[in-house]
């Protein structure tokens, strides 16, 4: 009996000294002519436990102006999709309408988010088509979208760092260049309260959802 209640406050002390623990999440992104790279490395304890993923994204098409995503299949195919500049405006609109989506989807994500700091934020995008015209609504939505995005940082998180934005429009050629860096920093224990109420709330909705049924 003794044993186990030593395990028992064991387990607890853990887990409280976890819950206070911060996780930093740093994301980079790198985008340059045939070269893309995503990095996310997570750190916590200090620094001394680390882990990186590392994901190749994208490349620009050389045949057509626009840009080709690859993903990696099971079959051990790869599968290529070209974009175009307006399908790339496109899938930027998208984008920043599922973030504010995902922002306003309820009070748990919100009440989580409040609690990340954002202690470094670093977007510089050089984007060109070849025509003006094209050229200048991609750089418009850019800076639209940074902005943006900005905004619903400021308001939902911690923004510790002031964020340094950048976006140089070239008129004559086709180029397209970025480089992000964004780093965040959270308590364990928020994340984990954050996941239990989720679950909470999808288990809520599926009772519901079967209850409905039934009738």
Not at 35 to 59: C, E
């Amino acid at each position: 009996m003794k044993t186990i209640l030593i395990v028992i406050l064991s387990l607890l002390v853990f887990i409280v000294m976890i819950s206070f623990m911060n996780i930093r999440i740093t994301i980079q992104f790198r985008h340059e002519n045939d070269d893309d790279q995503l990095r996310i490395t997570f750190r916590t304890f200090f620094g001394l436990i680390r882990y990186r993923v590392s994901v190749p994204l994208i490349q620009l098409s050389s045949q057509t102006v626009g840009v080709v995503t690859e993903q990696k299949q099971s079959g051990g195919k790869d599968k290529k999709k070209t974009y175009t500049p307006k399908d790339t405006i496109k899938m930027l609109k998208k984008v920043k309408e599922k973030i504010e989506q995902i922002v306003h989807l309820n009070v748990t994500i919100k009440k989580f988010l409040s609690n990340v700091s954002v202690t470094q934020f670093q977007w510089h995008t050089h984007v060109g088509t070849g025509d003006a015209a094209k050229t200048g609504m991609l750089v418009g939505l850019g800076w639209s979208l940074k902005y943006g995005i900005i905004g619903i940082i400021s308001k939902y998180m911690r923004l510790e760092a002031s964020p340094s934005i950048e976006l140089i429009p070239h008129f004559q050629a086709a180029i397209s260049r970025t480089e992000f860096i964004c780093m965040i920093r959270f308590r364990i224990g928020y994340a984990i309260l954050a996941g239990l109420r989720i679950v909470k709330h999808w288990k809520i909705r599926s009772w519901s959802a079967n209850k409905v049924e039934s009738y």
